[in-house]
Each structure stands twice: as C-alpha cells, then as structure tokens.
C-alpha cells in the first residue's frame, strides 16, 4: 500500500505567481488535511477535506489561498499570488474513515515552496 | 483551546545516553497523544501512540506513557544511536469531530558518535 504522495517535491515560484501543491491520500483514505511548517516552527494546520468537500478550513488564510479534494484525482492547495512569506514546507496527510485507528494521520513527503 | 508544549531543543546526547524528551499538554475531555519523528527533510512519520490514561506506547526502543493526572506524555528511550538525530513532534487529537491534531513546536535531538 503506497504511502502518502505529494508533488513537486519542491516548487521555486516569483512573486505573484500561483503555485499548485498536489496531495494523493493512502489507498481507502478519504479525509485529507494540510498543514504549513515555517523553519524552526511546529505544524500548523490549515484545511481539512472530504471528498468533494471542506470541513474545516480554518487555519487557512482567506485570501489568495484554496483548497479542493475531488471525487477523482488528488487533492490541490492553490496559492495565488504568491509572496515571499508564503515560502515553507506544506504537508499533507491523510487518514481513514470508520472505526480504529481514524485519528491517527499518514503524513507525506512534503513540498517544500521557494518563493523568489 | 488544546495545547501542547515540549522542552526546547536542540537536545544533544552522547551514542548509547539515555533520552528524555517531555512533553505536556492541555486539552478538554480524553484526547489520544502521539510522538512523531521528523528525518531532515522529510514528512513526519508516527513514532508511537497511546490512547487513553495510563497507555504506554512504544516503538524501535522508544517509550511514552499516558500520564493524565500530571497531563504529560514524555518521550524516553534507554540508549540513543546516531540515526535517532531528528525532531520529535509531540501531539494530542481530541475525541471526536474533525481528528485534527494539534502539534508541539518539535524539539530537536542530535546524537553524537
């Protein structure tokens, strides 16, 4: 069973440009979450989603920020307009629904964004 | 709102000392407690678990106990090796709802030769 998979693995952006992070949860996972890592800071969590929908976006900022998991395909954060302060690791991790073992996260690679 | 605090790294061992990291935490009604474990750059893997008061989860020689009358989760392990060099994530997931975890600043452990 693969694990959680992210790309890019790293992503270089100038400034004002979009970046698309890209999430494929485990097999049989359907609840994604996405957290940011500044250097020398802990996880902070951003979104989580369902298929085909968001349940808590909360940690997300509100503006030039989007989350999306479709039925098909894997989960997209979207960053419009891209500033310097928006360079950091973003995680995704996923977890399966039902019961034992549901609060426990997968956690991907990473995609560590340099903006320019 | 949940919490959780670790001792600040970095935490610098010796091969073969023994490892504390502690590791308390906040939060309302009986939330499950994790240790995960960040190589240099990678994501974060789940080191252990523990679920309800007086678990002990344990893995690769590490050992956490759930201690709810003192609301900690500290971290051991008898004997350190140099591949133990990484951040160790303390974290609780409160019961019921969304399962989002709410995560430590991380301490950093370097395990010298």
Known sequence: ?116 | GDSVTQMEGPVTLSEEAFLTINCTYTATGYPSLFWYVQYPGEGLQLLLKATKADDKGSNKGFEATYRKETTSFHLEKGSVQVSDSAVYFCALSSSGGSYIPTFGRGTSLIVHP
């Open chain 1, 1 to 116: 069973n693969a694990g959680v998979m992210q790309n890019p693995r790293h992503l270089v952006r100038r400034r004002g440009q979009e970046a698309r992070l890209r999430c494929s949860p485990m097999k049989g996972h359907s609840h994604v979450y996405w957290y940011r890592q500044l250097p020398e800071e802990g996880l902070k969590f951003m979104v989580y989603l369902q298929k085909e929908n968001i349940i808590d976006e909360s940690g997300m900022p509100k503006e030039r920020f989007s989350a999306e998991f479709p039925k098909e395909g894997p989960s997209i954060l979207r960053i419009q307009q891209v500033v310097r302060g928006d360079s950091a690791a973003y995680f995704c991790a996923s977890r399966p629904s039902g019961t034992g073992g549901t609060d426990t996260q997968y956690f991907g690679p990473g995609t560590r964004l340099t903006v320019l």
